[in-house]
Each structure stands twice: as structure tokens, then as C-alpha cells.
């Protein structure tokens, strides 16, 4: 028989698929586009995400996968063959595909469903789902076997989770529907609200990656960035400058979202294991915990010591990798 072996960390921004042996080798956009006449796909990933806001109309460029979850089967379907097959799965009678896939811990059966019956369609053989905390927390490096509490605060494209692990489960969790996503959308607002001026998502992210602050003093360097949209009044392209206090402002009420959600787990954390936690610290994985100031936010709000891991953004699908060494 052969096979092989693959992690896939199936976020709304972006998928990650980890192999056995060989480490992470797919790191791309979970966009799809497709020609609507035909429904054919014209491009995934990448190349897809370059075509965000800028197709024609019978071109749809498209994230499958809305706050965590699958919203387009058919579109995820498409996306997931496409990706294993980059990987190196084949649908032959002989050949196995193993596959463990992440979730958002506050899914609900008919959304973890959907998921494994998505892999099992691309041809998986054996599917098994894992939540996005208990793979962000491996993947960490974080030694979860021991009768002792660790915190991990995911924060992704579509959801954030936050989680306290001991004894290689999870103890007490919260799983929101704020992430990269609701940033960028706030982004958009904040500008619309204060210069009249329309931009796109692609843009949003930029802004946010470039000057974006969850603290009120914004960012040491003082960072700016030219923004260029179209002008709601007038209708003609323009251009105007932000900086990362402004960005702080259209932040605020997402990271106060968070920040509630990591209070509230704590609250509900076993004295013994709070303890744990007050020695440790927590732990920020995902690609939201890279804007500036973030760890710092936390620390200041919990009293609690906060580090964001090394590498966050592959945090859960190098999780996914050392399920995989148990798992099959």
C-alpha cells in the first residue's frame, strides 16, 4: 500500500497542509475563483487572491470558508482536491490519503460533518478532526501530557479561540467569530465613516498588517500608510493618509471582543490550574496575534505574563504534524 500522510490547518485565510517527514510544504490563500458559465476553477490560492475585487462578471473570486467554517461546499470541495492533490495525494484504489483537519473548537456537529465528508469526496481514506486549540497548543511546543494548565489564545482569519489544556485535553474553552477578518471589515468601516472612502478587502489587509495597533498609543515608529480607494462623493479615485492610532480606533471593539473571551475563560479555570497559568503565562498563536502591541494588550488587561510563539501563523498545522506521529 501507499499513502500519504497530511495535516491540514483549513483556516478562512489561508490553508496550511503539513506532510509526514517533509513538514509543511502548502501555505496559501483560501481563495477560489471560477468561471460562472462553465463553474469551472480558474485559479486557487494565490493566484486566486490576486483576482479579489478585480474580476470580470462572469469570473467570481471567492473565500470558501466564512468565520471558521465551511459556507460554499461545493467551492471547498473544489479548493481541498485541488490542495491535496498539490500535496501529493492521488485517487487510486491502492494508494491511502491520511488526513487530520482542524476546526474551531465551537463548531457544531453538522459543521464538523461537513468538513470530514469534504475530505472523505477529494479522496481521503481515514479523516480525523481536531480542534484548533489543541493543535495551536502541540504546535507551540507547549507540553500539554502533564496534569498541568497551559492557555492558549488562537487567533485566526474567521474565528478566535482560547483555550485552557491539561492531560492532553481541553478543560475550559471559548470559541468566538472575531478574527483577521472582522479586523479588515472594521478597517473598511472606520474609513468609510471618517474620509468617504470606499476600499476594498485586499487594501484593508494591508493597512491592517502595515500600521494596525491594538494598544491606544499605536505603534513606536510612528507608522503611516497611503491609502488609495474611491471617493464616495465625488466617485473619482483618491488617496489619503492613516496612521496607527487611527488603526487602533477601528480595532478597539474586536479586541475588546477578544480580550473579554480570554477573561471569561479564565473565570471559568479551575483554581489549581489558574495557578498554572499565573506561572506560565499564555500563549498567542494565529496570524492576529502579530499585530502590534497585542501581547502587550493582554498582559496589561490579565496581569498575566503573554508570549506570542514562535512561529504563529503555522502554529496548528505543525500541531496537525504531530497528531499525525499518533495518530495512523
Do not use: W
Amino acid at each position: 500500500m501507499f499513502g500519504v500522510d497530511l495535516g491540514i490547518d483549513l483556516g478562512t485565510a489561508s490553508v496550511l497542509v503539513f506532510a509526514k517527514g517533509k513538514g509543511i510544504i502548502l501555505h496559501e490563500p483560501s481563495v477560489v475563483a471560477i468561471d460562472r458559465n462553465t463553474n469551472k476553477r480558474i485559479a486557487v490560492g494565490e493566484e486566486a487572491r490576486m483576482m479579489l475585487g478585480r474580476t470580470p462578471g462572469n469570473i467570481t473570486a471567492m473565500r470558501p470558508m466564512r468565520d471558521g467554517v465551511i459556507a460554499d461546499y461545493q467551492t471547498t470541495e473544489l479548493m481541498l482536491k485541488y490542495f491535496l492533490e498539490k500535496a501529493g495525494a492521488k485517487r487510486l484504489p491502492f494508494f491511502r490519503t491520511r488526513v487530520v483537519v482542524c476546526i474551531p473548537s465551537g463548531v457544531t456537529d453538522v459543521e464538523q460533518r461537513a468538513v470530514k465528508q469534504a475530505a472523505y469526496q477529494v479522496g481521503a481514506k481515514n479523516v480525523k478532526v481536531i480542534e484548533e486549540p489543541y493543535a495551536a497548543a502541540l504546535g507551540a511546543g507547549l507540553d500539554i501530557s502533564g496534569p498541568t494548565g497551559n492557555m492558549i489564545v488562537d487567533i485566526g482569519g474567521g474565528t478566535t479561540d482560547v483555550a485552557v489544556l491539561s492531560l492532553e485535553g481541553i478543560v475550559t474553552k471559548r470559541s468566538l467569530r472575531v478574527g483577521g477578518d472582522k479586523f479588515d471589515e472594521a478597517i473598511i468601516r472606520h474609513i468609510r465613516r471618517e474620509y468617504n472612502l470606499m476600499i476594498g478587502e485586499r487594501t484593508a489587509e494591508e493597512v491592517k498588517i502595515a500600521v494596525g495597533s491594538a494598544i491606544p498609543e499605536g505603534r513606536q515608529d510612528h507608522a503611516e500608510i497611503d491609502v488609495r480607494g474611491r471617493d464616495l462623493v465625488s466617485g473619482l479615485p483618491k488617496t489619503i493618509t492613516v496612521n496607527s492610532k487611527e488603526c487602533y480606533l477601528a480595532l478597539e471593539e474586536s479586541v475588546e471582543a477578544i480580550i473579554g473571551a480570554v477573561k471569561e475563560v479564565l473565570e471559568r479555570t479551575p483554581p489549581e490550574l489558574s495557578a498554572d497559568i499565573l506561572n506560565k503565562g499564555i500563549v498567542m498563536t494565529g496570524g492576529g496575534s502579530l499585530i502590534y502591541g497585542f501581547d502587550e494588550r493582554i498582559s496589561r488587561e490579565t496581569g498575566l505574563p503573554v508570549t506570542v510563539a514562535d512561529d504563529p501563523i503555522s502554529c496548528v498545522a505543525l500541531g496537525t504534524g504531530k497528531v499525525l506521529e499518533y495518530s495512523f
